[in-house]
């Protein structure tokens, strides 16, 4: 049997060496991470102490607000400290730790979209049923539903994963450990163990995405049967920033996954990741609060701003 060293850490390559650059790189991150602590936060707040958004809407949105901010700094913070220390090194464990936690994050993160999805279905379609439907147990049980789906989706492809043994040496051609990175430091052929985890994870996504898809053509049905036009446009106002928080998502994920991989690193992979791991979580905060009059005028009782 051919010698094999066991990789006890990996080197995160996305950015420059320069040391100049890299304290550019620590800047922009730590500015994008506040924007995005804030915004979530500020979110979480307003929903959790005004009492006229306790709504399920506004209950799915305080977990998603809550799933962004983790997603953000699962892969943010460890880039702004190899940068800050001029280090690239990030352990084994912590490795692991960083896959499992973005993919819990972002499953979970998917899944409450499609949770939204029916949410709205059910106050537009069937605005009779929706107290009785849309009642507090349901509400908590469709949440812990969309937070396990992401916890049993995260297990599964990051133990698939890290049982593959890895010979192509340490270095990781991104900002953090992303699979399709890590996958090409393997020995054997990746894909041959991860048939079930792409299964798996074809129908979910493909699951959920469907879902989302009918329930909005249902939507739109029932909004164009209503005859006044100012209730039209309330309707469409609720569903908006809940299908451009869907879009921004499945199109920047989409593409970082289904993309060739190519065999050295380049810029677009770096852009790629930005997108989906990063532009989401600073972006959901603004859609809802701009789109949202409730969410602006509880915005301005929180602040006391008029």
């Known amino acids: ?98 896959v499992f936690f973005l993919l819990f994050l972002l499953g979970a993160d998917f899944s409450l979209l499609t949770v939204m999805a029916y949410d709205r279905y059910v106050a537009i379609c069937q605005p009779l049923q929706y107290e009785e439907m849309m009642n507090r147990r349901a509400c908590v049980l469709l949440a812990v539903g969309a937070w396990m789906s992401g916890i049993l989706y995260s297990v599964l492809h990051t133990g698939n994963t890290f049982a593959l043994t890895f010979c192509g040496g340490n270095m990781v051609g991104q900002f953090f450990c992303e699979i399709p990175q890590l996958l090409k430091l393997t020995c054997s052929d990746p894909y041959l163990s991860e048939v079930g985890v792409l299964a798996f994870t074809v129908c979910l996504v493909l699951g959920c995405f469907v879902f989302i898809i009918v329930s909005y053509v249902q939507i739109f049905k029932s909004v164009l049967r209503i005859p006044s036009e100012q209730g039209r446009h309330k309707a469409f106002s609720t569903c908006l920033p809940h299908l451009t928080v869907v879009s921004l998502f499945v199109c920047t994920a989409s ?52």
């Open 255 to 306: 593409f970082a996954y289904l993309k060739p991989t190519s065999s050295s690193p380049s810029a677009l992979d770096l852009v790629v990741a930005v997108l989906y791991s990063i532009l989401p979580p600073i972006m959901n905060p603004i859609i809802y609060s701009l789109r949202n009059k409730e969410m602006k005028a509880a915005l301005r009782r929180l602040t006391g701003c008029r």
């Open 1 to 98: 049997m051919p010698n094999r060293t066991t990789v006890t850490e990996f080197l995160l390559l996305g950015f420059s060496d320069f040391q100049e650059l890299q304290i550019l790189h620590f800047v922009v991150f730590l500015l994008i991470y506040l924007a995005a602590l804030v915004g979530n936060i500020l979110i979480f707040m307003v929903l959790a102490f005004d009492h006229h958004l306790h709504t399920p809407m506004y209950f799915f949105l305080m977990n998603l607000s809550v799933l962004d901010l983790g997603s953000i700094s699962v892969t943010v913070l460890k880039s702004m400290a190899n940068s800050l220390m001029n280090t690239k090194s990030i352990s084994y464990a912590g490795c692991v730790a960083q």
